[in-house]
T-cell receptor, first 116, second 117 residues
Framework: DAGITQSPRYKITETGRQVTLMCHQTWSHSYMFWYRQDLGHGLRLIYYSAAADITDKGEVPDGYVVSRSKTENFPLTLESATRSQTSVYFC???????????????FGQGTRLTVV | AQKVTQAQTEISVVEKEDVTLDCVYETRDTTYYLFWYKQPPSGELVFLIRRNSFDEQNEISGRYSWNFQKSTSSFNFTITASQVVDSAVYFCALTNAGGTSYGKLTFGQGTILTVHP
């Protein structure tokens, strides 16, 4: 299916475990993003990527690792999950970020992660 | 640093009422983009509108309208004749144009809108 998909949709993991959230987009968008959504904070940027093999930290990167070996995939790994990382995670992609071609970001369905 | 403030945490209205969601932003850049997204109970984020900083024209799309005022750094969203299906969380967001912004979005905290029948 065309679009941006995240997997899994729901995940429960234990404190200290490593967990990877997957994100796949079929548009060949250059820019990809990971956000987390927490009550009272809206969405906050964890990591972003401007192209394959180009990634950088966002506002709340601690405890997370990303990679982007292929344009279409942007996995997010929690190296040692903590309860504070319980959240809803959204992946997004955007075709262009430079005017006048700036386009909106398209979001995946989200992954609800619970760390117990 | 950028900031987006949605002062209304929750709004409750009765169907057919008009409702305005406020959004105030801060940025040092002269060229930027503002967005509104809707998050229905199903959880996905739905794009509603994008507005460039150099275009202050108000926009209307069906029952939705947006009022962009640079002088007050506001980008308010009005739903006319609200319906139960409008119940959702609404987010205002901001990104600077090009350069090192990479399209990174700064979101407000969100406004929970509940429309009662």
């Amino acid at each position: 299916d065309a679009g941006i998909t995240q997997s899994p949709r729901y995940k429960i993991t234990e404190t200290g475990r490593q967990v990877t959230l997957m994100c796949h987009q079929t548009w060949s968008h250059s820019y990809m993003f990971w956000y987390r959504q927490d009550l009272g904070h809206g969405l906050r940027l964890i990591y972003y990527s401007a192209a394959a093999d180009i990634t950088d930290k966002g506002e709340v990167p601690d405890g997370y690792v990303v990679s982007r070996s292929k344009t279409e995939n942007f996995p997010l790994t929690l190296e040692s999950a903590t309860r504070s990382q319980t959240s809803v995670y959204f992946c997004a992609s955007s075709e262009s970020v430079n005017p006048p071609l700036n386009t909106e970001a398209f979001f995946g369905q989200g992954t609800r992660l619970t760390v117990v | 640093a950028q900031k987006v403030t949605q002062a209304q945490t929750e709004i409750s209205v009765v169907e057919k009422e008009d409702v305005t969601l406020d959004c105030v932003y801060e940025t040092r850049d002269t060229t930027y983009y503002l967005f509104w997204y809707k998050q229905p109970p199903s959880g996905e984020l739905v794009f509603l509108i994008r507005r460039n900083s150099f275009d202050e024209q108000n926009e209307i799309s069906g029952r939705y309208s947006w009022n962009f005022q640079k002088s007050t750094s506001s980008f308010n969203f009005t739903i006319t004749a609200s319906q139960v299906v409008d119940s959702a969380v609404y987010f205002c967001a901001l990104t600077n144009a090009g350069g090192t912004s990479y399209g990174k979005l700064t979101f407000g905290q969100g406004t929970i809108l509940t429309v009662h029948p």
